[in-house]
Nanobody, 116 residues
């Protein structure tokens, strides 16, 4: 079992920046790759950034060049640096492993709201 706590969201103006943090605990040794997901209001959750155990990263086209995912293994924490934020980035952001299965637990998420 893995416990996930997201933080760092807030209200920002378009063009602003935020850094999200995801503190993971529990059986994290079983996770190969971690990702940041987001769920805009009324839409399905989507994966926007991922980082593997080896440090390789991948991004959705919608955030490429603006978002950067990173990890601090000593702190067991994954980060998402979000720059040049747009109103369409407004969503609840979650972290979780890549390849979430039924029965896997999600954290509370952190709300990101970008105003025009």
């Amino acid at each position: 079992q893995v416990q996930l706590v997201e933080s760092g969201g807030g209200l920002v103006q378009a063009g602003g920046s935020l850094r999200l943090s995801c503190a993971a605990s529990g059986r994290t040794f079983s996770i190969n790759a971690m990702g940041w997901y987001r769920q805009p209001p009324g839409k399905q959750r989507e994966l926007v950034a991922a980082i593997t155990r080896g440090g390789s990263t991948n991004y959705a086209d919608s955030v490429k060049g603006r978002f950067t995912i990173s990890r601090d293994n000593a702190k067991n924490t994954v980060y998402l640096q979000m720059n040049s934020l747009k109103p369409e980035d407004t969503a609840v952001y979650y972290c979780n492993k890549v390849g979430v299965l039924g029965g896997d637990v999600w954290g509370q998420g952190t709300q990101v709201t970008v105003s025009s």
